[in-house]
């Protein structure tokens, strides 16, 4: 996971980035901001599925992908089944449109979901009083 930490921009808080990849292992995910500063993108390594076996899915700021690929063999004397599903998701900063996320898939096996970011508004300190309450004793 370290690897990839170090490609995040500056703007995501590394420890929900790692909340985020928990559970990962050493899958190939990348997250980037592209070097005009209004694009954003996730990369996921997927060598050994076809794109008709990826679904991409947003959910708010949520990205949830889902690859399954299976395969069925029958010879003469046996018969076998394999499954290959993988299922990671990634919650995007605020700041990524997430109803204008794309997605490819490269020659190489990379899904790529690009979309665009915007500059979020600065936020002023605001001072909340505290207010001090006299509790009555029973």
């Given at each position: 996971?370290?690897?990839f930490?170090?490609?995040?921009?500056?703007?995501?808080?590394e420890?929900?980035?790692?909340?985020?990849?928990?559970?990962?292992?050493?899958?190939?995910?990348?997250?980037?901001?592209?070097?005009?500063?209004?694009?954003?993108v996730?990369?996921?390594?997927?060598?050994?599925?076809?794109?008709?076996?990826?679904?991409?899915?947003?959910?708010?700021q949520?990205?949830?992908?889902?690859a399954?690929?299976?395969?069925?063999?029958?010879?003469?004397?046996?018969?076998?089944?394999?499954?290959?599903q993988?299922?990671?998701?990634?919650?995007?900063p605020?700041?990524?449109?997430?109803?204008?996320?794309?997605?490819?898939?490269?020659?190489?096996?990379?899904?790529?979901?690009?979309?665009?970011?915007?500059?979020?508004?600065?936020?002023?300190?605001?001072?909340?009083?505290?207010?001090?309450?006299?509790?009555?004793?029973a």
């Amino acid at each position: 996971m370290e690897r990839f930490l170090k490609h995040l921009p500056h703007l995501l808080d590394e420890e929900k980035v790692k909340q985020a990849y928990a559970g990962m292992g050493d899958a190939e995910v990348g997250v980037q901001n592209v070097g005009d500063g209004k694009s954003f993108v996730c990369n996921f390594q997927l060598q050994g599925f076809k794109p008709e076996d990826i679904k991409v899915k947003t959910q708010g700021q949520k990205v949830i992908v889902d690859a399954k690929t299976e395969s069925n063999h029958e010879d003469e004397e046996h018969e076998s089944y394999s499954c290959k599903q993988y299922q990671p998701s990634i919650v995007l900063p605020e700041n990524v449109n997430t109803d204008q996320l794309t997605s490819y898939f490269t020659d190489k096996g990379m899904l790529k979901l690009p979309a665009p970011s915007f500059a979020l508004p600065e936020t002023k300190p605001k001072i909340v009083p505290v207010v001090v309450v006299k509790m009555e004793t029973a």
